[in-house]
Protein backbone atom coordinates (compact mmCIF):
# COMPACT_ATOMS: atom_id res chain seq x y z
CA UNK A 1 0.00 0.00 0.00
CA UNK A 2 1.46 3.31 -1.07
CA UNK A 3 2.28 5.66 1.97
CA UNK A 4 0.06 8.86 1.11
CA UNK A 5 0.98 10.65 4.91
CA UNK A 6 2.15 14.15 3.77
CA UNK A 7 6.01 14.43 5.02
CA UNK A 8 7.47 18.03 5.65
CA UNK A 9 11.05 19.10 6.59
CA UNK A 10 14.41 21.22 6.61
CA UNK A 11 17.18 20.19 4.27
CA UNK A 12 20.47 21.51 4.14
CA UNK A 13 23.35 21.58 1.25
CA UNK A 14 26.61 22.49 2.95
CA UNK A 15 30.55 21.64 1.52
CA UNK A 16 32.95 23.77 0.65
CA UNK A 17 33.12 26.46 -2.10
CA UNK A 18 32.41 25.37 -5.57
CA UNK A 19 31.34 22.20 -5.41
CA UNK A 20 28.09 23.01 -6.80
CA UNK A 21 25.48 23.06 -3.95
CA UNK A 22 23.53 26.14 -5.28
CA UNK A 23 23.62 24.43 -8.87
CA UNK A 24 21.79 21.16 -7.06
CA UNK A 25 19.39 23.50 -5.29
CA UNK A 26 18.46 24.91 -8.34
CA UNK A 27 18.54 21.41 -10.08
CA UNK A 28 16.03 20.17 -6.95
CA UNK A 29 13.22 22.94 -6.95
CA UNK A 30 13.53 23.10 -11.06
CA UNK A 31 14.11 27.00 -10.71
CA UNK A 32 17.00 29.44 -10.40
CA UNK A 33 17.23 31.03 -6.98
CA UNK A 34 20.88 30.71 -5.98
CA UNK A 35 23.43 32.55 -8.05
CA UNK A 36 26.09 30.32 -9.50
CA UNK A 37 29.59 30.69 -10.56
CA UNK A 38 33.07 29.51 -11.09
CA UNK A 39 34.24 32.06 -8.47
CA UNK A 40 34.43 30.15 -4.21
CA UNK A 41 32.39 31.89 -1.80
CA UNK A 42 29.42 33.01 -4.12
CA UNK A 43 26.54 32.16 -1.56
CA UNK A 44 26.73 34.26 0.93
CA UNK A 45 23.32 33.98 3.17
CA UNK A 46 21.00 31.17 3.99
CA UNK A 47 19.05 31.00 1.34
CA UNK A 48 15.84 29.13 1.42
CA UNK A 49 14.09 27.31 -1.16
CA UNK A 50 10.73 25.31 -1.43
CA UNK A 51 9.87 22.01 -3.31
CA UNK A 52 6.25 21.08 -2.89
CA UNK A 53 4.52 17.38 -5.20
CA UNK A 54 2.09 15.50 -3.51
CA UNK A 55 3.97 13.49 -1.67
CA UNK A 56 5.20 16.83 0.22
CA UNK A 57 7.20 19.44 1.23
CA UNK A 58 11.11 19.90 1.16
CA UNK A 59 12.73 23.09 2.29
CA UNK A 60 16.05 22.99 0.92
CA UNK A 61 18.73 25.30 2.54
CA UNK A 62 22.00 26.94 0.54
CA UNK A 63 24.58 27.81 3.47
CA UNK A 64 27.88 29.46 2.07
CA UNK A 65 30.89 27.48 1.89
CA UNK A 66 32.60 26.29 4.92
CA UNK A 67 36.07 27.34 4.54
CA UNK A 68 38.82 29.35 6.89
CA UNK A 69 37.77 32.70 7.51
CA UNK A 70 40.07 35.89 6.72
CA UNK A 71 37.14 38.42 7.49
CA UNK A 72 34.23 39.57 9.39
CA UNK A 73 31.77 38.60 6.19
CA UNK A 74 34.02 35.18 5.86
CA UNK A 75 33.80 34.56 9.45
CA UNK A 76 29.63 35.82 9.37
CA UNK A 77 29.40 32.92 5.96
CA UNK A 78 30.87 30.30 8.09
CA UNK A 79 28.84 30.92 11.29
CA UNK A 80 26.35 30.84 8.82
CA UNK A 81 26.98 27.15 7.31
CA UNK A 82 27.88 25.18 10.68
CA UNK A 83 24.92 26.72 12.62
CA UNK A 84 22.22 25.41 9.90
CA UNK A 85 23.93 21.99 10.66
CA UNK A 86 21.62 21.51 14.00
CA UNK A 87 18.42 22.96 12.69
CA UNK A 88 17.45 20.72 10.11
CA UNK A 89 16.09 17.40 9.32
CA UNK A 90 18.40 15.86 6.95
CA UNK A 91 22.33 17.03 5.67
CA UNK A 92 23.70 17.01 2.03
CA UNK A 93 27.18 17.19 1.94
CA UNK A 94 28.23 17.63 -1.53
CA UNK A 95 32.19 17.05 -2.51
CA UNK A 96 33.89 16.63 -5.94
CA UNK A 97 34.97 12.90 -7.07
CA UNK A 98 38.30 12.95 -5.40
CA UNK A 99 40.12 10.12 -3.55
CA UNK A 100 41.87 12.92 -1.62
CA UNK A 101 40.29 14.44 1.14
CA UNK A 102 42.07 17.70 2.01
CA UNK A 103 42.06 19.96 5.03
CA UNK A 104 38.94 21.66 4.02
CA UNK A 105 36.72 18.11 3.76
CA UNK A 106 38.58 16.96 7.55
CA UNK A 107 37.22 20.02 8.72
CA UNK A 108 33.49 20.09 7.40
CA UNK A 109 33.79 15.72 9.08
CA UNK A 110 34.78 16.97 12.22
CA UNK A 111 31.66 18.86 12.46
CA UNK A 112 29.60 16.96 11.23
CA UNK A 113 30.86 14.06 13.38
CA UNK A 114 29.36 16.37 16.36
CA UNK A 115 25.45 15.93 15.27
CA UNK A 116 22.83 13.47 15.25
CA UNK A 117 21.65 14.46 12.29
CA UNK A 118 20.92 11.76 9.27
CA UNK A 119 24.50 12.88 7.04
CA UNK A 120 24.03 12.39 2.78
CA UNK A 121 27.54 12.12 1.22
CA UNK A 122 26.58 13.48 -2.38
CA UNK A 123 29.47 12.84 -4.69
CA UNK A 124 29.43 15.73 -7.32
CA UNK A 125 30.00 15.86 -11.00
CA UNK A 126 29.63 12.59 -11.74
CA UNK A 127 29.66 13.74 -15.05
CA UNK A 128 33.12 14.49 -15.33
CA UNK A 129 34.60 10.95 -14.41
CA UNK A 130 33.98 7.51 -15.75
CA UNK A 131 31.46 5.16 -13.75
CA UNK A 132 33.79 3.02 -12.80
CA UNK A 133 35.90 5.56 -10.67
CA UNK A 134 33.22 6.64 -8.42
CA UNK A 135 33.61 3.35 -6.75
CA UNK A 136 37.43 4.28 -5.07
CA UNK A 137 36.02 7.99 -4.68
CA UNK A 138 32.79 5.98 -2.09
CA UNK A 139 35.39 3.94 -0.73
CA UNK A 140 38.00 7.23 0.24
CA UNK A 141 34.96 8.60 1.98
CA UNK A 142 32.53 6.14 3.67
CA UNK A 143 34.47 5.78 6.86
CA UNK A 144 35.25 9.84 7.44
CA UNK A 145 31.21 9.97 8.53
CA UNK A 146 28.46 7.74 9.74
CA UNK A 147 27.04 8.61 6.06
CA UNK A 148 22.96 7.65 5.89
CA UNK A 149 23.59 7.02 2.34
CA UNK A 150 26.12 7.62 0.11
CA UNK A 151 24.75 9.36 -3.56
CA UNK A 152 26.51 10.02 -6.81
CA UNK A 153 24.63 13.12 -8.92
CA UNK A 154 25.72 15.64 -11.50
CA UNK A 155 23.93 18.88 -10.39
CA UNK A 156 24.82 20.79 -13.83
CA UNK A 157 23.10 18.03 -15.89
CA UNK A 158 20.31 16.77 -13.56
CA UNK A 159 22.02 12.85 -13.46
CA UNK A 160 20.78 11.03 -10.69
CA UNK A 161 18.64 13.90 -8.84
CA UNK A 162 15.75 12.15 -9.18
CA UNK A 163 17.14 9.32 -6.99
CA UNK A 164 18.27 11.22 -4.43
CA UNK A 165 14.52 13.40 -4.33
CA UNK A 166 13.51 10.06 -3.63
CA UNK A 167 15.97 8.92 -0.89
CA UNK A 168 15.54 12.33 0.64
CA UNK A 169 11.74 11.79 1.20
CA UNK A 170 12.30 8.61 2.92
CA UNK A 171 13.84 10.57 5.54
CA UNK A 172 11.78 13.43 5.89
CA UNK A 173 8.89 13.16 9.06
CA UNK A 174 5.36 13.36 8.28
CA UNK A 175 4.29 17.58 8.88
CA UNK A 176 2.43 19.92 8.06
CA UNK A 177 2.80 22.32 4.21
CA UNK A 178 4.71 25.21 5.32
CA UNK A 179 4.36 26.91 2.65
CA UNK A 180 1.70 27.29 -0.23
CA UNK A 181 2.23 24.61 -3.26
CA UNK A 182 3.70 27.41 -6.07
CA UNK A 183 6.14 29.10 -2.88
CA UNK A 184 9.62 28.05 -4.47
CA UNK A 185 11.20 30.56 -2.10
CA UNK A 186 10.87 32.73 0.60
CA UNK A 187 13.81 35.26 -0.09
CA UNK A 188 12.43 39.03 -0.93
CA UNK A 189 12.18 39.72 -4.85
CA UNK A 190 15.10 42.84 -4.14
CA UNK A 191 17.85 40.32 -2.83
CA UNK A 192 17.45 38.45 -5.63
CA UNK A 193 17.60 40.67 -7.98
CA UNK A 194 20.88 41.57 -6.07
CA UNK A 195 22.14 38.35 -6.14
CA UNK A 196 21.51 38.39 -9.45
CA UNK A 197 23.44 41.13 -10.75
CA UNK A 198 26.10 40.29 -8.06
CA UNK A 199 26.39 36.62 -10.05
CA UNK A 200 26.97 38.52 -13.66
CA UNK A 201 29.19 40.94 -12.02
CA UNK A 202 31.18 37.49 -10.24
CA UNK A 203 31.42 35.86 -14.06
CA UNK A 204 32.76 38.78 -15.91
CA UNK A 205 35.26 40.47 -13.51
CA UNK A 206 38.57 38.82 -12.55
CA UNK A 207 39.22 36.80 -9.65
CA UNK A 208 40.67 39.25 -7.48
CA UNK A 209 37.45 41.68 -7.40
CA UNK A 210 34.43 39.54 -7.24
CA UNK A 211 34.71 38.26 -2.78
CA UNK A 212 35.29 42.14 -2.35
CA UNK A 213 31.70 43.40 -4.07
CA UNK A 214 28.22 43.96 -2.87
CA UNK A 215 24.98 44.79 -4.93
CA UNK A 216 22.67 47.25 -3.30
CA UNK A 217 18.99 47.79 -5.00
CA UNK A 218 18.31 51.89 -4.42
CA UNK A 219 14.87 52.01 -6.04
CA UNK A 220 12.74 49.58 -7.69
CA UNK A 221 9.46 50.54 -8.58
CA UNK A 222 6.59 49.60 -11.46
CA UNK A 223 6.51 52.17 -13.34
CA UNK A 224 2.98 53.74 -14.20
CA UNK A 225 0.96 52.34 -16.95
CA UNK A 226 -0.08 54.98 -19.21
CA UNK A 227 -4.10 55.25 -20.04
CA UNK A 228 -3.64 53.45 -23.38
CA UNK A 229 -2.31 50.29 -21.86
CA UNK A 230 -4.76 47.45 -21.15
CA UNK A 231 -2.90 45.09 -18.31
CA UNK A 232 -3.33 41.61 -18.68
CA UNK A 233 -4.61 40.74 -15.35
CA UNK A 234 -2.59 37.14 -15.53
CA UNK A 235 0.61 39.36 -15.44
CA UNK A 236 2.18 39.88 -12.14
CA UNK A 237 3.34 43.43 -12.73
CA UNK A 238 0.48 43.97 -15.71
CA UNK A 239 1.79 45.81 -18.83
CA UNK A 240 4.33 48.09 -16.45
CA UNK A 241 7.89 48.17 -16.60
CA UNK A 242 9.90 47.86 -13.39
CA UNK A 243 12.81 50.78 -12.98
CA UNK A 244 15.40 49.71 -10.93
CA UNK A 245 18.35 51.28 -9.49
CA UNK A 246 21.45 49.20 -7.92
CA UNK A 247 25.17 50.19 -6.76
CA UNK A 248 27.78 47.76 -7.15
CA UNK A 249 29.94 48.07 -4.01
CA UNK A 250 33.28 47.26 -4.55
CA UNK A 251 36.88 47.77 -1.51
CA UNK A 252 39.03 49.87 -3.59
CA UNK A 253 39.24 53.02 -6.61
CA UNK A 254 41.02 50.55 -9.15
CA UNK A 255 38.34 47.99 -8.64
CA UNK A 256 35.90 50.45 -9.57
CA UNK A 257 37.80 51.69 -12.90
CA UNK A 258 37.78 47.64 -13.79
CA UNK A 259 34.21 47.12 -12.92
CA UNK A 260 33.08 50.03 -15.11
CA UNK A 261 35.46 48.99 -17.70
CA UNK A 262 36.87 51.24 -20.75
CA UNK A 263 34.10 53.96 -21.83
CA UNK A 264 31.90 51.76 -19.45
CA UNK A 265 31.51 48.78 -21.41
CA UNK A 266 32.03 46.23 -18.15
CA UNK A 267 29.36 47.93 -16.63
CA UNK A 268 27.21 47.78 -19.43
CA UNK A 269 27.83 43.85 -20.37
CA UNK A 270 27.09 43.41 -16.43
CA UNK A 271 23.60 45.23 -16.31
CA UNK A 272 22.64 43.43 -19.85
CA UNK A 273 23.04 40.32 -18.86
CA UNK A 274 21.11 40.78 -15.46
CA UNK A 275 18.30 42.67 -17.27
CA UNK A 276 17.66 39.61 -19.12
CA UNK A 277 17.86 37.18 -16.05
CA UNK A 278 15.64 39.66 -13.74
CA UNK A 279 13.03 40.06 -16.79
CA UNK A 280 12.43 36.58 -16.70
CA UNK A 281 12.35 36.22 -12.80
CA UNK A 282 9.81 39.24 -12.91
CA UNK A 283 7.84 38.52 -16.05
CA UNK A 284 8.21 41.69 -17.20
CA UNK A 285 10.33 44.66 -18.83
CA UNK A 286 13.34 46.06 -16.67
CA UNK A 287 15.32 49.08 -17.00
CA UNK A 288 18.06 48.61 -14.80
CA UNK A 289 20.63 51.42 -13.84
CA UNK A 290 23.97 50.48 -12.57
CA UNK A 291 26.12 52.67 -10.09
CA UNK A 292 29.54 52.01 -9.01
CA UNK A 293 30.90 52.95 -5.34
CA UNK A 294 33.66 52.48 -3.27
CA UNK A 295 33.31 51.59 0.15
CA UNK A 296 36.81 50.49 1.43
CA UNK A 297 37.17 47.29 3.70
CA UNK A 298 33.38 46.90 4.02
CA UNK A 299 33.75 43.39 4.53
CA UNK A 300 34.99 43.94 8.07
CA UNK A 301 32.77 46.40 8.61
CA UNK A 302 29.08 45.45 10.86
CA UNK A 303 27.75 48.43 9.78
CA UNK A 304 28.10 48.49 6.35
CA UNK A 305 27.71 44.14 6.40
CA UNK A 306 24.60 44.71 7.76
CA UNK A 307 23.94 47.52 5.18
CA UNK A 308 24.04 44.80 2.40
CA UNK A 309 21.71 42.12 4.07
CA UNK A 310 24.48 40.00 5.81
CA UNK A 311 23.72 40.82 9.59
CA UNK A 312 27.31 39.64 11.77
CA UNK A 313 25.41 39.80 14.74
CA UNK A 314 23.05 36.35 13.46
Given amino acids: MKDTKFKSGFVTLIGRPNVGKSTLMNQLIGQKIAITSDKPQTTRNRIQTVYTDEQGQVIFLDTPGIHKAK ?3 GEYMVNVA ?3 INEVDLVLWLVEPSTF ?4 EQHIAEQLRKVKTPIFLVINKMDLVKKEQL ?5 AYKDICNFSEIIPVSALKGENTKVLMEEIYKYMPEGPQYYDEDTVTDQPERQIVAELIREKA ?4 EDEIPHGIAVSIDQMKERPESKSDKPNPKDYYGNGMIDIDATIVCERDSHKGIIIGKGGSKLKQIGSQAR ?3 ENLLDCKVNLQLWVKVKKDWRD ?3 LMKNFGYNPKE
Fill in 71 to 73: NKL
Fill in 82 to 84: ERT
Fill in 101 to 104: IGAG
Fill in 135 to 139: LTFIA
Fill in 202 to 205: LNLL
Fill in 276 to 278: REI
Fill in 301 to 303: SDI
